[in-house]
């Protein structure tokens, strides 16, 4: 008696390219169903209401009564100010690493640890130095600024310097 051995089905040939197919399917679809990962948050205040929002251990940042920011996920986080004033307090446990960079109209503000205030203005914001220094870029322009010191800037350049109390820096903090 002879055996003989079962013919192979036409149709396993076909199961390793559908099953692959149907995975590249799947995948595809995924790709534009799923949302993309947040690369930024949206923090927003009404009007008499304040907010503190912690990123990372050494970054606090208290926003003031109707203002609203982003923060990025990168290192360092990036605050861009959309509308409003906030306070950042930043501890520095390691003053060559950069904290944060807070982004203020055309304004860019570097920090590795300070105490400061941003306001957003129509064509452009202020700064105020509670403690410790920050440098900031406008347009070709970049500065330190101090301990004490305001800058009021537009969307190219620097307006105006002055000299100002610990007080005088985000004064909304103390009705919050």
Same mark, same amino acid.
């Given at each position: 008696?002879?055996?003989?051995?079962?013919?192979?089905?036409?149709?396993?040939?076909?199961? $390793?390219?559908?099953?692959?197919?149907?995975?590249?399917?799947?995948?595809? $679809?995924? $790709?534009?169903? *799923?949302p993309?990962?947040?690369?930024?948050?949206?923090?927003?205040?009404?009007?008499?209401? /304040?907010?503190?929002?912690?990123?990372?251990?050494? $970054?606090?940042?208290?926003?003031?009564?109707?203002?609203?920011?982003?923060?990025?996920?990168?290192?360092?986080?990036?605050?861009?100010?959309?509308?409003?004033?906030? /306070?950042?307090?930043?501890?520095?446990?390691?003053?060559?690493?950069?904290? *944060?960079?807070?982004?203020?109209n055309?304004?860019?503000?570097?920090?590795?640890?300070a105490?400061?205030?941003?306001? *957003?203005?129509?064509?452009?914001?202020?700064?105020?130095?509670e403690?410790?220094?920050?440098?900031?870029?406008?347009?070709?322009?970049?500065?330190?600024?101090?301990?004490?010191?305001?800058?009021?800037?537009?969307?190219?350049?620097?307006?105006?310097?002055?000299?100002?109390?610990s007080?005088?820096?985000?004064?909304?903090?103390? /009705?919050?």
């Amino acid at each position: 008696m002879t055996e003989t051995k079962p013919i192979p089905s036409n149709r396993r040939k076909y199961i $390793i390219p559908f099953a692959s197919a149907t995975a590249v399917m799947l995948f595809g $679809i995924s $790709i534009f169903v *799923l949302p993309p990962p947040i690369s930024h948050q949206l923090h927003t205040t009404a009007t008499g209401q /304040y907010e503190q929002v912690f990123v990372g251990p050494d $970054i606090r940042i208290d926003m003031n009564s109707n203002s609203s920011m982003t923060v990025s996920n990168e290192q360092p986080p990036v605050i861009e100010l959309l509308q409003g004033s906030v /306070y950042f307090d930043i501890t520095n446990s390691n003053p060559n690493t950069n904290k *944060l960079i807070a982004m203020v109209n055309e304004a860019r503000i570097k920090n590795t640890g300070a105490r400061f205030s941003a306001e *957003l203005q129509n064509d452009g914001g202020s700064i105020a130095i509670e403690e410790g220094q920050v440098e900031i870029q406008i347009g070709a322009q970049t500065r330190t600024i101090n301990t004490g010191q305001q800058i009021v800037f537009g969307r190219t350049q620097i307006t105006d310097e002055s000299s100002i109390t610990s007080s005088s820096v985000a004064p909304w903090r103390q /009705y919050k």
